[in-house]
C-alpha cells in the first residue's frame, strides 16, 4: 500500500510509483522507494556532473526580473593535452576539460548567458563523436568530442565538434527550439526557484512534516528535472515552455519520501514558476 498526504502542494510520496501525465508530452515514470534520483546527492537522472566554473555560489538575477549587467569574466585559456585515450575510448577528465575549453571561444563566452544569468552559455554534455564513415576502419581515425552548450540568453542550443588531435572546431550549429536533457546545474536551479517562489509552500511544508526541518536550500534534496513542453490549449502560464527551457521536479528527501511536486512548471528561461491546472 502506499501512502499519499493530501495537504499541500507538494504532496509527499511513499511506494511503488507516480504515474506522470501532464498537458505537457504524456511520459510514464516509476519511482520505487530510492530508484530514480541518486542517494548520495548526485541527483540529476544520469548523475551528470554540475558545471562547476562560477555557477556554484549565488543565484544570478534572470530574464524578467529587471536583471543588471551581466558579471565580467574571460575564457581560461585550454589546458595541455594531460592524459589521453585511445581511438573509442571514452574521454578522459583531461580531454573533457580541454575540449570544453577549446569549444567555448570569447565570442560565444561574450553574447552568452548560463542558467543563473551570468556570462558565458550552459554547458550541457561533452561527448565523444562518432568517427567520420570513411574512418571507420582506420585505427588511427581522429579523437573528436560533440561539446553541447544552451544560450538562455536566445534560448538557443549551440553544439561543436572539436577535433583532440589538432585543438580546431570543425563543426558548429545552432538550434532553437530544441531540449535536450538538463544538467544538474540546471536541476538545482530550477529547485532554488521553486523553493524561493510562493509556489513551493507546499513543497516546504511537505519536507517540514517529513523531516522537522525547514527546506532551504537544493542541497537538501534529491532531484531529477525532467523537461517540459508545452501542449496545444494548455495552460497560458506555461505557453512558451518548448521555446523556453523549462522543467517539472521530481524530488525526494534525502533517505526519506517522494515529494510530488508535478503541477508546477519552472521556467529557467523566464526564470518564474506556474501551476498546471
Not at 97 to 113: G, I, N
Request: charged residues 25%; glycine residues 12%; negative net charge.
Amino acid at each position: 500500500m502506499r501512502k499519499i498526504v493530501h495537504r499541500h502542494l507538494g504532496k509527499v510520496v511513499a511506494g511503488a510509483g507516480i504515474a506522470v501525465a501532464g498537458t505537457a508530452v504524456m511520459v510514464a515514470i516509476t519511482l520505487p522507494g530510492s530508484a530514480g534520483a541518486d542517494d548520495s546527492g548526485s541527483g540529476q537522472a544520469a548523475g551528470q556532473t554540475s558545471q562547476q566554473a562560477g555557477q556554484d555560489q549565488g543565484q544570478g538575477q534572470g530574464k524578467g526580473q529587471g536583471q543588471a549587467a551581466v558579471q565580467p569574466g574571460v575564457v581560461e585559456r585550454a589546458p595541455a593535452d594531460g592524459d589521453t585515450g585511445k581511438g573509442r575510448d571514452p574521454l578522459t577528465d583531461d580531454e573533457t576539460k580541454r575540449v570544453e575549453q577549446l569549444a567555448l571561444d570569447q565570442q560565444l563566452f561574450r553574447t552568452s548567458q548560463d542558467v543563473e544569468g551570468d556570462r558565458g552559455p550552459q554547458r550541457i554534455t561533452v561527448d565523444l563523436a562518432e568517427p567520420e564513415v570513411d574512418e571507420l576502419d582506420d585505427p588511427d581515425a581522429p579523437r573528436r568530442a560533440d561539446v553541447s552548450f544552451y544560450d538562455y540568453k536566445d534560448d538557443s542550443l549551440v553544439t561543436k565538434t572539436v577535433n583532440l588531435d589538432t585543438g580546431k572546431v570543425e563543426q558548429t550549429g545552432t538550434q532553437q527550439g530544441v531540449q535536450p536533457p538538463l544538467s544538474r546545474a540546471e536541476t538545482v536551479e530550477a529547485a532554488q526557484l521553486l523553493i524561493a517562489d510562493p509556489l513551493g509552500a507546499g513543497l516546504k511544508a511537505d519536507y517540514k512534516d517529513a523531516t522537522g526541518k525547514e527546506l532551504t536550500t537544493p542541497d537538501q534534496l534529491l532531484l531529477n528535472g525532467m523537461i517540459f513542453r508545452a501542449s496545444p490549449g494548455g495552460p497560458a502560464a506555461v505557453a512558451d515552455c518548448g521555446e523556453h527551457r523549462c522543467t517539472r521536479l521530481f524530488v525526494k528527501v534525502k533517505n526519506g519520501s517522494w515529494i510530488d511536486s508535478r503541477d508546477v512548471v519552472i521556467d529557467l528561461s523566464a526564470r518564474k514558476v506556474a501551476k498546471l491546472g
